[in-house]
């Protein structure tokens, strides 16, 4: 697998973007966030709207039109999509070459 230098995604942006495949504003995302990670990840504002312009740049949500109120809503956009993917393809691989050596070594100790 080639090396990707956006990768590995913290667990916080890993969490947004997963939130964010529908649209949501600020709020959502932060309630959606916590649900996701069961209560183990919970930002405050000033984290969120940091990491959501981050995001923007890096071209992996965007913006939609919302057409009441002034809230911005997200949404995760294919770069984005793509990105989590291979970060998920990432963490398979390391779980795979783990439980191998862990079997491995379960086998040496009997």
Same mark, same amino acid.
């Given at each position: 697998?080639?090396?990707?230098?956006?990768? $590995?995604?913290?667990?916080?942006?890993? =969490?947004?973007?997963?939130?964010?495949? +529908? $649209?949501?504003?600020? =709020?959502?995302?932060?309630?959606?966030? #916590?649900?996701?990670? #069961? &209560?183990?990840?919970?930002?405050?504002? &000033?984290?969120? =709207?940091?990491?959501?312009?981050?995001?923007?740049?890096?071209?992996?949500?965007? $913006?939609?039109? +919302?057409?009441?109120?002034?809230?911005?809503?997200?949404?995760?956009?294919?770069?984005?999509?793509?990105?989590?993917?291979?970060?998920?393809?990432?963490? %398979?691989?390391?779980?795979?070459?783990?439980? %191998?050596?862990?079997?491995?070594? +379960?086998?040496?100790?009997?």
């Amino acid at each position: 697998m080639k090396r990707n230098k956006q990768l $590995p995604l913290t667990e916080t942006v890993y =969490y947004i973007l997963l939130s964010l495949l +529908e $649209p949501r504003h600020g =709020y959502l995302i932060m309630q959606r966030v #916590e649900e996701l990670s #069961e &209560g183990q990840v919970r930002m405050a504002a &000033g984290t969120l =709207y940091g990491a959501l312009d981050n995001l923007v740049k890096l071209h992996f949500i965007k $913006p939609v039109p +919302e057409q009441e109120g002034r809230r911005k809503v997200y949404l995760i956009t294919q770069e984005g999509k793509d990105m989590l993917r291979l970060d998920q393809e990432r963490m %398979q691989s390391l779980l795979t070459i783990t439980d %191998q050596l862990l079997r491995e070594d +379960e086998h040496e100790e009997v």
